[in-house]
């Protein structure tokens, strides 16, 4: 886990990680959410609507993007005020999700930190992107 404090932050300092979606992160997510909506869970009613199959859900996006904020950048002592989410194309399970962030603003004052998180697919395909706003607590 990292730990930066505020004043080690600087404008475009970047991280990154890889998480692949394996089946059991999307049944637990459903488990927990109850969110069994038939798009994520049944193939033919996805090919109805032109995916190839099963979509992933979005929030299971979101789950990870806490991570890298909580975890990768900026870590230990980050509280998250606000997020602006924005999903371009849906992923799949066994799909390999790269989530790409760097410091985009910082706020002096309040010790606010601005992320912008990007999550490409194995085929380097945009599939969505965030904005956050870090407090950080330290």
């Known amino acids: 886990m990292q730990s930066y404090k505020f004043k080690n932050l600087k404008k475009g300092l970047r991280s990154s990680f890889e998480k692949k979606i394996t089946p059991s992160i999307v049944k637990n997510f459903i488990k927990i959410s109850g969110d069994n909506n038939l798009i994520h869970t049944e193939p033919k009613f996805a090919q109805k609507y032109n995916f190839k199959k099963n979509i992933g859900h979005g929030m299971i996006l979101a789950l990870f993007y806490s991570k890298f904020i909580g975890k990768v950048l900026p870590g230990k002592y980050s509280l998250i005020i606000s997020t602006d989410l924005k999903f371009h194309k849906p992923f799949f399970i066994n799909d390999r ?42």
């Open 97 to 138: 999700l790269k989530f790409l962030g760097k410091i985009t603003d910082l706020n002096k004052l309040y010790r606010i930190a601005t992320v912008y998180i990007k999550v490409l697919n194995q085929e380097k395909k945009l599939i969505s992107t965030c904005y956050a706003n870090i407090k950080l607590h330290e």
